[in-house]
């Protein structure tokens, strides 16, 4: 008997992300004996992840379980997780909209959806919101492409534009686009009130001004890495919403049990500032500056859901987004936002409806690309399970 158990598994690029890509039918169907098999794959937890194929970042420590959808309005099933570096587990309760800019191209490429050129349009079921992704993935010779002239700040060079809308994106975890009734709620914490904007738009992201937490909001990651208290006072006002919204029934609980969700992000006016590529991102290039959190660590990027709940609370009066904005950000649809790696533009369409707050649309671009097919070895003694038996599905496309 082998001391190890083998899974086919895709290695894709989503935008600033990388992720092991699935199929079901490759994985247990057990949820605790699936979720032992990807933290052995990626060698979880361990912050160097030196065992498995994770990247030591919460970036790369992302996975996606892809197959065909028998929903009528989808042409796939797409299920998210971030696998923590540091604790034996993996969050399902929110998405990754890097990795679903990965998820049309996947698609095509397997064959769970026929290629039309110059454009598929794929229909995805997130099954960690319950919404619908649709993507429009430039396709040639029946292939994804690959090859084009956008570019995303994040990712090196250039490649095909992928077009993402996020369907009924409101209300994507909690059910409701404010989750607590309110545009800004002001908090008491261990470290002082804070007042904050939570909006689920996407994802549910906690919106705190960066001179409410004493800084210029253009902070690289190595700057906020170098405080170790404002990562704390950050965590502890996620955590406060993590309570909230009914995910711990504890505060401290959160970074163990949750995570991912909610996230946190600090924002301010738009301003000059030095990418942490060295070059200067002008004022005049974009409507506000913003720093996300991820994993407890600053993203080195922003998260794709986080920018579509941006540009939502961008257009919701009175939030701590829209208040930092100038007369006509406020105004126009498209929301530009500046993050340490450099910018990246929203478009939203935000409505006032009978007395509600209605999101028609959230869309953006990305780029992705297959980098690898293969199989991912686990040791048996990590999983620890007898009904485990696999092999490979079936070659790589050609």
């Not at 959160?254 to 004022?283: H, L, N, W």
Request: proline letters at 6%.
């Amino acid at each position: 008997m082998s001391d190890l158990f083998r899974f086919p598994v895709t290695i894709y690029r989503g935008g600033t992300s990388k992720a092991l890509v699935f199929r079901p039918e490759d994985l247990p169907e057990d949820a605790d004996e699936r979720d032992k098999v990807i933290l052995a794959a990626y060698g979880s937890p361990d912050p160097r992840q030196i065992d498995g194929m994770g990247g030591a970042d919460s970036l790369t420590s992302k996975m996606a379980i892809i197959g065909k959808s028998r929903r009528p309005d989808a042409d796939v099933d797409y299920t998210f997780g971030q696998v923590s570096l540091f604790n034996a587990t993996v969050d399902y309760s929110g998405n990754c909209g890097n990795i679903s800019s990965a998820v049309g191209p996947y698609a095509v490429d397997e064959g769970l959806i026929p290629a039309v050129e110059p454009v598929t349009t794929v229909r995805i079921f997130n099954t960690n919101t319950n919404k619908i992704i649709v993507a429009e993935v430039p396709v040639e010779q029946g292939k994804p492409k690959v090859d084009g002239d956008f570019a995303i700040d994040g990712v090196p060079g250039t490649g095909a534009r992928i077009v993402l809308n996020f369907l009924d994106s409101a209300g994507s975890v909690t059910g409701r686009l404010l989750p607590t009734g309110n545009v800004q709620d002001v908090i008491e914490t261990s470290r002082g009130k804070f007042t904050v904007s939570f909006v689920d738009s996407a994802n549910p992201v906690v919106f705190v001004g960066a001179e409410e937490l004493g800084l210029q909001g253009t902070e690289l990651p190595d700057a906020v890495n170098a405080y170790p208290d404002l990562s704390e006072t950050l965590e502890e006002i996620r955590a406060i919403f993590a309570v909230k919204i009914g995910r711990v029934d504890d505060w401290k609980k959160a970074q163990a049990v949750s995570p991912a969700i909610p996230k946190i992000c600090f924002v301010a006016k738009a301003q000059t500032y030095c990418a942490s590529d060295g070059r200067m991102i002008q004022e005049d290039e974009i409507d506000l500056v913003g720093r996300m959190m991820s994993m407890q660590k600053p993203h080195k990027a922003y998260a794709v859901t986080g920018a579509v709940c941006t540009g939502t609370a961008a257009k919701i009066p009175g939030s701590v987004v829209y208040n930092l904005l100038s007369a006509q950000a406020q105004e126009g649809n498209r929301i530009r936002i500046g993050h340490p790696s450099g910018k990246l533009e929203v478009e939203v369409d935000v409505a006032q409806e009978e007395g509600r707050i209605i999101l028609h649309k959230a869309a953006l671009a990305r780029t992705a690309r297959r980098l690898m097919d293969g199989q991912v070895y686990v040791s048996r003694a990590k999983v620890a399970s007898t009904k485990l038996e696999t092999a490979p599905r079936k070659k790589s496309p050609e």
